[in-house]
């Protein structure tokens, strides 16, 4: 009894590993034409949903101009009583916000994006790499000049309208302050991918005439 209840355990253990081995050998020799086709109803059903839909534009908006806000908050407004001079100011923090746009918000807008480089048009500098990093350097600076001008231009058309030069109009604090910061970074992509486009255009209709002339000239 025991010699046969050893052999049908054997037997039945050879039996799960052929079916098994079956069904693994089915899973990696299976193509397209034999896979099941399901509704994206079907396929949603099964996918993990949010009660609160956020647009990648709101979630890219917000993460620039949230850690924009965040250089204020610490260096402007915590080094404030300590740096005395407007120009070194401005340059530190053009150099912490060059720092943090390349090691932070540049790989945060990489680690929400769905598909590898899908989000590159929202940054001046896609590349990774020490020359990138540098030109974060000197664009983040350029951005901080003009959002220091437009407070200034702002404080100015103020003051003429109602007269009063005692107090400042418009003082510097995070949230608008990180909100001008991603408008100028905005608008700065914006003229990067509009000039990009001209010039591939450009090229495109070069091509275009180059092969035609062959062809007349063939």
Same mark, same amino acid.
């Given at each position: 009894?025991?010699? #046969?209840?050893? $052999?049908?355990?054997? !037997?039945? *253990?050879?039996?799960?590993?052929?079916?098994? %081995?079956?069904?693994?050998?089915?899973?990696?020799?299976?193509? %397209?034409?034999?896979?099941?086709?399901?509704?994206?109803?079907?396929? #949603?059903?099964?996918?993990?949903? %949010?009660?609160?839909? +956020? %647009?990648?534009? +709101?979630? /890219?908006? =917000?993460?620039? *101009?949230?850690?924009?806000?965040?250089?204020?908050?610490?260096?402007?407004?915590?080094?404030?009583?300590? @740096?005395?001079?407007?120009?070194?100011?401005?340059? @530190?923090?053009? +150099?912490?916000?060059? @720092?943090?746009?390349?090691?932070?918000?540049?790989?945060?807008?990489? =680690?929400?994006?769905?598909?590898?480089?899908?989000?590159?048009?929202?940054?001046?500098?896609?590349?990774?790499?020490? $020359?990138?990093?540098?030109?974060?350097? @000197?664009?983040?600076?350029?951005? /901080?000049?003009?959002?220091?001008?437009?407070?200034?231009?702002?404080?100015?058309? /103020?003051? *003429?309208?109602?007269? #009063?030069?005692?107090?400042?109009?418009?003082?510097? &604090?995070?949230?608008?302050?990180?909100? =001008?910061?991603?408008?100028?970074?905005?608008?700065?992509?914006? /003229?990067?991918?509009?000039?990009?486009?001209?010039?591939?255009?450009?090229?495109?209709?070069?091509?275009?005439? !180059?092969?035609? $002339?062959?062809? &007349?000239?063939?």
């Amino acid at each position: 009894m025991d010699k #046969n209840a050893k $052999g049908t355990d054997k !037997t039945r *253990a050879e039996n799960n590993y052929e079916l098994k %081995s079956d069904a693994v050998d089915a899973l990696v020799n299976a193509d %397209s034409e034999e896979t099941p086709e399901y509704s994206k109803e079907e396929l #949603n059903k099964y996918r993990s949903k %949010s009660r609160i839909h +956020v %647009s990648q534009t +709101v979630k /890219i908006l =917000f993460i620039k *101009a949230w850690f924009a806000g965040a250089v204020c908050f610490f260096f402007l407004w915590g080094l404030g009583t300590y @740096i005395s001079s407007l120009i070194d100011m401005l340059f @530190i923090l053009g +150099v912490v916000l060059g @720092i943090v746009t390349d090691l932070l918000v540049n790989n945060v807008i990489r =680690f929400i994006e769905k598909t590898p480089g899908e989000n590159d048009v929202w940054l001046m500098f896609p590349k990774k790499g020490m $020359g990138s990093f540098f030109l974060n350097l @000197i664009y983040s600076m350029v951005i /901080i000049l003009c959002v220091f001008f437009l407070y200034n231009g702002i404080n100015y058309v /103020i003051t *003429a309208l109602t007269g #009063n030069t005692d107090t400042v109009p418009l003082g510097v &604090e995070p949230i608008l302050f990180g909100v =001008f910061c991603m408008a100028f970074d905005m608008l700065f992509v914006g /003229i990067k991918l509009f000039v990009k486009n001209i010039l591939s255009d450009a090229k495109q209709a070069v091509n275009a005439r !180059t092969k035609k $002339g062959q062809a &007349e000239t063939e």
